[in-house]
């Protein structure tokens, strides 16, 4: 086992000494050539942005919801080959205003005049020829194509849409108790067209608290013979009328529409672009925050301008990976536009990483200095980046075509921003370390600022001070180095010297590597804090099996919308979600005995199944047709003998009961054995439970029915079936795909760290973090769905990046002892990881000022969930464990930050640390080969 650390230390060793080589030589690169590198980065975007002309939205849920190997994919594919595209169901909810009765005879008649103004007198112009509802609607149909008479489903059709039998309807609840059947002849439900229904204690109708009115569209080639599903006619006639009555009363009514596809889609692609002043506000707070933590009170020291050029490095790489990933043909819908903000929190902490390496270390020469930065801070983001894109490239085991493109435009995102951090913003700190030298201000580049008059001298005080000590103490250096009169070594002097050291440990610095290890490493800090976690652990153990999957549409509904109102009016009315599915059979010979037997079973075991109300099929109607029709005729069994079937069942088409069937038999020529491409029987579900696993199970038993009857090629299938595929894999691959990334995350750890010890904890940490994530999941009404099953495998890489330096920076300490190290490996990295946490979360600080469901609620609680779980087990969990089971010190000799040689002739001993808080550092001039004593002052 020893050998096998061994090995690994030696591994990981020889990695890092690699990498941080490459690095050193390219900021020597950019250090010579910054204006190089910067024209260079922005030629490389610009050509991974050349793939914008290949851009497209993709808004077909088919290509974006339904797995890969999912049924639907197929069974869509036949019923719009077969069928046509299945006709779309555009709904309308009225309430009365004054909740009244909505059975009462004034409601019904306005109920009617809202019918006759959308059904006759609505229309939309395209392409200069006005649609109404007559030309876009579904017919009833007859042995003619067409008919004028639409399909519309509401309690008018108990009047049969006659205004004047309704009007001289003395007894309006007598002639709703009675029965009505639809175009289909089947018995039409008043809880279909209803809600709130109450009866007396005889079972009759009483009131009604609303009603719904549907009206079938047509959505293929039926109209003006092209070919297109969503076709603009329709698309346009739906958007007008939901603009129209959305937030509108109609005489005693409130109208609410509801099931608008093309509105819906309007209502909801607005929402998404009004939600834009986010990203641009979330950016200038990042400009803001990170100009704080970068910069100092000083007008040559503030850095607001790199500040804004770690930002653009950023919107850059989220430009370039947008471009390259539709150069790749990838997918790109409303959902890829969380990146925008998730690519800020990962994207600016690598520029914080890169200015705080700055100032802690050095270097004999400005060129060496950059060069020392980038071989530390370039190894360090390329570990977290590596884990990132690998938290992002498991996500690609995941079936689901959204999630598997946006994984894809998050690895490229974060490879890109990778790329122009350690290019492009390294480029401008070269330009900004010029700047410093020059004396010249932040902003203002053309005038000249003494570098130590603060911006803000009410917030200097000690700090003023103690840098007056400094340029004391750098004065005394040069006397006592021999060399003030040697202008060539002074010149060394003054390239050499740099106002960026970290000088200016502030609070939080100081708190992370002194006060915060001193009470978390104590016996009694350990233990709570083991407590705690383990308490959170074994709640989150409980809870997070408990996760439901789940899905709604009106999750991409803004909540400022008309519409989401209406979709909750429909919800909580009805209480319930109405789906109309098809039971399809195949290219079979429908006449044979065996295939006869099998469709008479089929829609019978189909209505059994759980939840299905009805099924209207054209078979069980021609079996009624030919044993009246044929009576005598059929064999023992009932059946028609298989030379008459087709003369039979083309009689049956044309009869008064059969011809409402026409469409349901697809058949290219007269109907014979091999003619008959499909049949379609429609049904109906009412799903009185509102969880998605519920859903599941219902879709899975009609599908097992239609199963057992291969012979006919039987298959159910709905759009809902699209979604719902998705929900049915949603959990088993979201586990799946965390595992990977897990397990992926493990062996970098093991290599990149070096110890198999503090990579296991690392990976426990990751564990443990995604389980409370769960935990909270459960306990704030979440669920899995596609957006959380992503932030669940990204969870992965953001715990990485808060505990893997940790361990690092305790495994490369040579401290004695465990708390020893804990405490230097805090002091080390401790600030950075904190101020990274912060940064990915203010990132997502402003969504819940958004108006969607996912951006609000999903990723802003989410990423909130995950910074802090991240930051608690990184900074306290962590450092615990470790300190308890990890006491040797590290056996390689390998160290995150540089230390100059000091010379036995240095003369750092006249320097002591009663200069206002300075430390002596011993700095090398080449010019001279002396080395002189600078100074670091705490401020």
């Given at each position: 086992?020893?050998?096998?650390?061994?090995?690994?230390?030696?591994?990981?060793?020889?990695?890092q000494?690699?990498?941080?080589?490459?690095?050193?030589?390219?900021?020597?690169?950019?250090y010579?050539h910054?204006?190089?590198?910067?024209?260079?980065?922005?030629?490389v975007?610009?050509?991974?942005?050349?793939?914008?002309?290949?851009?497209?939205?993709?808004?077909?849920?088919?290509?974006?919801?339904?797995?890969?190997?999912?049924?639907?994919?197929?069974?869509?594919?036949?019923?719009?080959?077969?069928f046509?595209?299945?006709?779309?169901?555009?709904?309308?909810?009225?309430?009365?205003?004054d909740?009244?009765?909505?059975?009462?005879?004034s409601?019904?008649l306005?109920?009617?005049?809202?019918?006759?103004e959308?059904?006759?007198?609505?229309?939309?112009?395209?392409?200069?020829?006005?649609?109404?509802?007559?030309?876009?609607?579904?017919?009833?149909?007859?042995?003619?194509?067409?008919?004028?008479k639409?399909?519309?489903?509401?309690?008018?059709?108990?009047?049969?849409?006659?205004?004047?039998?309704?009007?001289?309807?003395?007894?309006?609840?007598?002639?709703?108790?009675?029965?009505?059947?639809?175009?289909m002849?089947?018995?039409l439900s008043?809880s279909s067209?209803?809600?709130?229904?109450?009866?007396?204690?005889?079972?009759?109708?009483?009131s009604?608290?609303a009603?719904?009115?549907?009206?079938?569209?047509?959505?293929?080639?039926?109209?003006?013979?092209?070919?297109?599903?969503?076709?603009?006619w329709?698309?346009?006639?739906?958007?007008?009328?939901?603009?129209?009555?959305?937030?509108?009363?109609?005489?005693?009514?409130?109208?609410?529409?509801?099931?608008?596809?093309?509105?819906t889609?309007?209502?909801?692609?607005?929402?998404?672009?009004?939600?834009?002043?986010?990203?641009?506000?979330?950016?200038?707070?990042?400009?803001?925050f990170?100009s704080?933590?970068?910069?100092?009170?000083?007008?040559v020291?503030?850095?607001?301008?790199?500040?804004?050029?770690?930002?653009?490095?950023?919107?850059?790489?989220?430009?370039?990976?947008?471009g390259?990933?539709?150069?790749?043909?990838?997918?790109?819908?409303?959902?890829?536009?969380l990146?925008?903000?998730?690519?800020?929190?990962?994207?600016?902490?690598?520029?914080?990483?890169?200015?705080?390496?700055?100032?802690?270390?050095?270097?004999?020469?400005?060129?060496?200095?950059?060069?020392?930065?980038?071989?530390?801070?370039?190894?360090s983001?390329?570990?977290?980046s590596?884990?990132?894109?690998?938290?992002?490239?498991?996500?690609l085991t995941?079936?689901?075509p959204?999630?598997?493109s946006?994984?894809?435009?998050?690895?490229?995102?974060?490879?890109?921003?990778?790329?122009?951090?350690?290019?492009?913003?390294?480029?401008m700190?070269?330009?900004?370390?010029?700047?410093?030298?020059?004396?010249?201000?932040?902003?203002?580049?053309c005038?000249?600022?003494?570098?130590?008059?603060?911006?803000?001298?009410?917030?200097?005080?000690?700090?003023?001070?103690?840098?007056?000590?400094?340029?004391?103490?750098?004065?005394?250096?040069?006397?006592?180095?021999?060399?003030?009169?040697?202008?060539?070594a002074?010149?060394a002097?003054?390239?050499?010297?740099?106002?960026?050291?970290?000088d200016?440990?502030?609070?939080?610095?100081?708190?992370l590597?002194?006060?915060y290890?001193?009470?978390?490493?104590?016996?009694?800090?350990?233990?709570?804090?083991?407590?705690?976690?383990?308490?959170?652990l074994?709640?989150?153990i409980?809870?997070?099996?408990?996760v439901?999957?789940?899905?709604?549409?009106?999750?991409?509904?803004?909540?400022?919308?008309?519409?989401?109102?209406?979709?909750?009016v429909?919800?909580?009315?009805?209480?319930?979600?109405?789906?109309?599915?098809?039971?399809?059979?195949?290219?079979?010979?429908?006449?044979?005995?065996?295939?006869?037997?099998?469709?008479?079973?089929?829609?019978g075991?189909?209505?059994?199944?759980?939840?299905?109300?009805?099924?209207?099929?054209?078979?069980?109607?021609?079996?009624?047709?030919?044993?009246t029709?044929?009576?005598g005729?059929?064999?023992?069994?009932?059946?028609?003998?298989p030379?008459?079937?087709?003369?039979?069942?083309?009689?049956?088409?044309?009869s008064?009961?059969?011809?409402?069937?026409?469409?349901s038999?697809?058949?290219?020529?007269?109907?014979?054995?091999?003619?008959?491409?499909?049949?379609?029987?429609?049904?109906?579900?009412?799903?009185?439970v509102?969880?998605g696993?519920?859903?599941?199970?219902?879709?899975?038993?009609?599908?097992?029915?239609?199963?057992?009857?291969?012979?006919?090629?039987?298959?159910?299938f709905?759009?809902s079936?699209?979604?719902?595929?998705?929900l049915?894999?949603?959990?088993t691959?979201?586990i799946s795909?965390?595992?990977?990334?897990?397990?992926?995350?493990l062996?970098?750890?093991?290599?990149?760290?070096?110890?198999?010890?503090?990579?296991?904890?690392?990976f426990?940490?990751?564990v443990?973090?995604?389980?409370?994530?769960?935990?909270?999941?459960?306990?704030?009404?979440?669920s899995?769905?596609?957006?959380?099953?992503?932030?669940?495998v990204?969870?992965?890489?953001?715990?990485v990046d808060?505990?893997?330096?940790?361990?690092?920076?305790f495994?490369?300490?040579?401290?004695?002892?465990g708390?020893?190290?804990?405490?230097e490996?805090?002091?080390?990295?401790?600030?950075?990881?904190?101020c990274?946490?912060?940064?990915?979360?203010?990132?997502?600080?402003?969504l819940?000022?958004?108006?969607?469901?996912?951006?609000?609620?999903?990723?802003?609680?989410?990423i909130t969930?995950?910074?802090?779980?991240g930051?608690?087990?990184?900074?306290?969990?962590?450092?615990?464990l470790?300190?308890?089971?990890?006491?040797?010190?590290?056996?390689s000799n390998?160290?995150?930050?540089?230390?100059l040689?000091?010379?036995?002739?240095?003369?750092?001993?006249a320097?002591?640390?009663?200069?206002?808080?300075?430390?002596?550092v011993p700095?090398?001039?080449?010019a001279?080969?002396?080395?002189?004593?600078?100074a670091?002052?705490?401020l």
């Amino acid at each position: 086992m020893s050998r096998a650390k061994q090995a690994l230390n030696d591994t990981g060793e020889y990695i890092q000494r690699g990498i941080r080589e490459n690095f050193r030589f390219l900021g020597h690169r950019i250090y010579t050539h910054p204006y190089r590198t910067i024209g260079f980065s922005l030629f490389v975007v610009f050509l991974c942005s050349l793939g914008f002309m290949n851009f497209t939205v993709e808004t077909d849920p088919i290509k974006l919801y339904a797995p890969l190997s999912s049924p639907a994919v197929a069974d869509s594919a036949f019923q719009d080959e077969t069928f046509g595209y299945q006709d779309r169901r555009a709904a309308f909810v009225v309430v009365p205003v004054d909740k009244g009765n909505a059975f009462l005879k004034s409601v019904l008649l306005d109920f009617f005049d809202l019918y006759q103004e959308i059904a006759f007198n609505r229309s939309v112009i395209v392409e200069s020829k006005e649609y109404k509802l007559q030309d876009l609607c579904r017919k009833t149909g007859t042995v003619a194509p067409w008919d004028d008479k639409c399909h519309i489903r509401s309690v008018l059709q108990w009047w049969d849409y006659n205004r004047t039998e309704l009007e001289r309807d003395s007894n309006v609840l007598g002639t709703l108790n009675s029965s009505v059947t639809d175009y289909m002849g089947s018995a039409l439900s008043i809880s279909s067209v209803a809600s709130g229904v109450e009866y007396s204690v005889n079972g009759e109708i009483l009131s009604a608290e609303a009603l719904r009115i549907n009206f079938w569209l047509v959505n293929d080639a039926s109209i003006d013979s092209i070919e297109q599903e969503n076709p603009k006619w329709t698309c346009t006639w739906e958007e007008e009328l939901g603009k129209l009555y959305t937030d509108t009363t109609y005489g005693s009514l409130a109208v609410y529409p509801t099931q608008l596809w093309c509105y819906t889609t309007y209502v909801m692609f607005n929402g998404f672009y009004a939600d834009i002043w986010l990203m641009v506000a979330d950016y200038a707070l990042m400009v803001a925050f990170a100009s704080f933590v970068m910069s100092r009170n000083s007008w040559v020291s503030s850095k607001a301008t790199l500040a804004a050029g770690a930002v653009l490095s950023v919107l850059l790489a989220v430009m370039a990976s947008f471009g390259l990933g539709s150069g790749m043909g990838m997918m790109y819908s409303t959902v890829i536009q969380l990146l925008v903000f998730l690519l800020l929190g990962l994207g600016i902490d690598d520029a914080f990483v890169i200015v705080q390496t700055h100032r802690q270390s050095s270097g004999s020469t400005p060129r060496e200095h950059v060069g020392e930065t980038l071989s530390v801070a370039g190894a360090s983001i390329t570990i977290t980046s590596l884990t990132d894109c690998v938290a992002f490239l498991s996500g690609l085991t995941n079936s689901l075509p959204v999630i598997r493109s946006l994984c894809v435009f998050g690895a490229l995102g974060v490879a890109a921003d990778w790329g122009l951090q350690v290019t492009l913003f390294v480029a401008m700190l070269v330009l900004v370390q010029r700047r410093e030298k020059a004396r010249r201000a932040d902003c203002c580049c053309c005038f000249h600022a003494d570098p130590y008059k603060p911006c803000l001298p009410c917030l200097d005080g000690a700090p003023q001070r103690r840098r007056s000590s400094m340029r004391a103490l750098r004065a005394q250096a040069l006397a006592e180095s021999g060399i003030e009169k040697q202008p060539q070594a002074q010149q060394a002097v003054a390239e050499s010297w740099t106002d960026d050291v970290d000088d200016d440990p502030s609070r939080l610095q100081t708190f992370l590597s002194t006060t915060y290890p001193r009470y978390l490493l104590s016996v009694a800090g350990k233990t709570i804090v083991l407590s705690v976690a383990a308490v959170l652990l074994g709640l989150a153990i409980w809870a997070a099996p408990k996760v439901e999957a789940e899905y709604e549409n009106e999750w991409f509904i803004p909540d400022n919308t008309g519409l989401k109102e209406s979709l909750r009016v429909e919800k909580d009315l009805f209480r319930g979600t109405t789906w109309l599915f098809s039971v399809n059979t195949g290219a079979v010979d429908y006449s044979t005995l065996e295939n006869q037997r099998a469709m008479g079973d089929l829609l019978g075991n189909v209505t059994a199944s759980a939840h299905v109300d009805y099924c209207s099929g054209w078979y069980v109607s021609f079996k009624q047709f030919y044993t009246t029709v044929h009576a005598g005729e059929t064999t023992a069994d009932g059946l028609v003998p298989p030379p008459l079937y087709f003369a039979w069942l083309d009689e049956f088409l044309r009869s008064d009961g059969g011809h409402q069937y026409y469409f349901s038999i697809a058949n290219e020529s007269a109907l014979g054995p091999e003619s008959i491409q499909g049949t379609q029987s429609r049904c109906t579900v009412v799903s009185r439970v509102y969880t998605g696993d519920s859903r599941v199970a219902v879709m899975d038993a009609v599908r097992d029915v239609a199963d057992d009857y291969p012979s006919l090629d039987a298959t159910a299938f709905t759009k809902s079936f699209v979604f719902l595929d998705g929900l049915k894999v949603m959990r088993t691959e979201t586990i799946s795909s965390m595992a990977l990334a897990a397990a992926m995350v493990l062996v970098l750890c093991m290599v990149l760290i070096g110890s198999v010890g503090a990579a296991s904890l690392v990976f426990l940490m990751v564990v443990m973090v995604d389980f409370n994530i769960l935990a909270c999941y459960y306990y704030s009404d979440m669920s899995y769905e596609f957006l959380t099953s992503i932030i669940l495998v990204l969870a992965i890489g953001f715990s990485v990046d808060y505990s893997a330096h940790i361990a690092h920076a305790f495994v490369m300490s040579k401290k004695s002892t465990g708390n020893a190290r804990a405490t230097e490996a805090l002091a080390t990295i401790g600030r950075s990881v904190l101020c990274g946490g912060f940064s990915t979360w203010l990132a997502v600080a402003l969504l819940p000022l958004s108006s969607a469901y996912l951006f609000r609620v999903v990723l802003f609680r989410s990423i909130t969930f995950t910074v802090i779980f991240g930051l608690f087990h990184g900074l306290c969990v962590l450092p615990v464990l470790l300190s308890i089971l990890y006491r040797s010190p590290a056996s390689s000799n390998t160290h995150l930050s540089v230390t100059l040689p000091r010379s036995e002739d240095s003369h750092h001993s006249a320097l002591t640390d009663d200069n206002g808080g300075c430390r002596a550092v011993p700095t090398k001039v080449h010019a001279q080969s002396t080395e002189i004593v600078v100074a670091e002052c705490e401020l």
